[in-house]
């Protein structure tokens, strides 16, 4: 899965915090989705993980250390993307 598959041509920019995040990444969401599908891609392009949460977060656990992009798909409004370090 590349980041352009994912991606449907309307996202708006993410708020990540904290960044650089060592757990966790989160994000604010003014839509009212009640599930995120979240792609994290490496900077190859390569999609390192594709999780469905029912909260603003996602577990960074089992990731290495360097920077990514990330693709959040609420089921309720646009697409949003955003870049973070991981340390």
Request: glycine share 6%; aromatic share 10%; proline share 5%.
């Amino acid at each position: 899965t590349s980041i352009e598959r994912v991606m449907d041509g309307t996202a708006r920019e993410l708020v990540l915090y904290p960044n650089p995040a060592k757990e966790y990444i989160s994000w604010n969401s003014s839509e009212n989705a009640t599930s995120f599908s979240v792609f994290i891609f490496d900077m190859k392009g390569q999609c390192v993980l594709n999780k469905k949460e029912n909260i603003n977060s996602v577990s960074l656990n089992g990731l290495p250390d360097g920077a990514y992009s990330i693709v959040v798909k609420p089921n309720i409004g646009n697409d949003m993307k955003g870049t973070f370090v991981k340390i």
